[in-house]
Every structure is written in C-alpha cells, then in structure tokens.
C-alpha cells in the first residue's frame, strides 16, 4: 500500500484532514514539516495510506488547501 505526505498551510486543515481521512476508512496521522537537516519547519504534514485520487479528492471537496503531495513506496 503507497503512503502519501500531504503537505498543508496550518495546523487546522492537518487536523480536519486527518479526522476525514480517519472517518473514511483511511490510515491517517500528522505531523510537523521537517526540513533537509531533520528540523520543523512551518506547515504540517497529513501521512496517509490508501487511494492516491480518493485521499486528495475527499480533502479537496472539504476545502483543505493542499500545498504538495509526495508519494512513497
């Protein structure tokens, strides 16, 4: 199963996205940006397995700003 990070403004929209996520079905948490050398950084991160286009879509009809979307095996 891929693992998504789902890059968001605030951690509003990370918590909203998450608990949508979690109510659908999907495996969903959040967690702080890091950058390069490992430090947090501003924006959060919304991490969740499943469906690629059903995940990015159910967040986009909540109206939760996603910023970038990277996917690992």
């Given amino acids: ?17 998450r608990d949508l996520l979690r109510k659908q079905g999907f495996r969903a948490y959040i967690e702080r940006k890091t950058n390069a050398n490992g430090n947090a950084g501003c924006g959060y991160v919304i991490i969740a397995n499943g469906n690629k286009n059903k995940i990015i879509n159910a967040l986009l009809e909540a109206g939760i700003n996603i910023v970038d979307v990277n996917t690992v095996v």
């Fill in 1 to 17: 199963m891929q693992r998504h990070i789902i890059s968001v403004n605030s951690i509003t929209y990370a918590i909203k996205g």
